[in-house]
């Protein structure tokens, strides 16, 4: 192997110390030989990172094939060689997380994304404080994706996690697939973590509550729907901590930490 050869194979395993962006798949179809990044992108790349000819970068399609490419120039990345993402799970794991107050919502999406979650849904229960109007719902939900997107830049993602339009809890409940693994973490009882993940499924759908969990009539209503209350441990957790505890934990079984 020549060195060009061997520094392509460092450059390409070591490939998560490169700036990371994402572009549209159908763009990389358009153009397979330059890449171009977003104006929000290119900005940061030019304006913060400094980026300069040469330099390499990688860029994702977003469904799981990363590009190694160094900046040519006028906003222009040339291609040098593709690879496979492996970074996704192999669940998709759904998040349907209680709106929490103040600006935690922002801790549990970014480390939701770190740790694999395909999907997060806010939701309104019966006990949550932060019930935000339509106007700021939008403003969070814009904020929301951001965070998801620049979480997915920097942890390696293959995909783009996105974050759902706020739902009422029993609609969410509603539009749960019925051949998924539902759980819902209840302070009060359920089975342990460990009993109720199964590698039978696909899609695991989890639900946790905001500060102050959720009311019996909440979880009898999702027991209706084969919804699962399941238990984290003895000690009360705080919200965002539930977030981080249940993902790491249900990754773990399922081989994918």
């Not at 358009?30 to 330099?55: C, F, Q, W, Y």
């Not at 970068?57 to 291609?79: A, M, P, Q, R, W």
Request: glycine content about 6%; aromatic content about 8%; hydrophobic content about 40%.
């Amino acid at each position: 192997m020549d060195s060009i050869d061997e520094q392509l194979t460092v450059d390409m395993t070591e490939r998560w110390r490169y700036p990371r962006f994402f572009v549209e798949k159908e763009s990389v179809g358009l153009s397979p030989v330059h890449l171009t990044l977003n104006t929000d992108d290119m900005n940061h790349a030019k304006k913060v990172l400094r980026i300069k000819r040469g330099e390499k970068v990688i860029i994702c399609d977003g469904s799981c094939t990363d590009y190694l490419c160094e900046y040519i120039d006028n906003d222009k990345f040339g291609l040098i060689k593709a690879i496979q993402n492996n970074a996704e799970a192999s669940v998709y794991l759904r998040l349907f997380q209680c709106l929490p107050k103040s600006d935690k919502m922002d801790f549990i999406v970014q480390k939701a994304v770190e740790l694999g979650a395909s999907e997060v849904v806010p939701i309104i229960s019966s006990r949550c404080v932060s019930r935000p109007d339509s106007k700021s719902a939008a403003v969070k939900l814009k904020r929301w994706n951001k965070i998801a997107y620049e979480a997915a830049k920097q942890c390696g993602r293959g995909k783009i996690p996105s974050v759902g339009e706020i739902l009422p809890f029993a609609q969410a409940i509603d539009v749960l697939n019925k051949q998924a693994l539902n759980i819902i973490f209840y302070e009060c009882g359920g089975v342990g973590i460990n009993d109720a993940i199964s590698n039978k499924f696909n899609t695991i759908n989890v639900f946790i509550g905001s500060e102050g969990g959720f009311t019996e009539d909440e979880i009898k209503f999702a027991e209706k729907h084969r919804v699962t209350p399941a238990t984290l441990g003895k000690r009360i957790l705080r919200v965002d901590t539930a977030c981080v505890a249940a993902i790491s934990v249900i990754m773990n079984i399922t081989g994918n930490i």
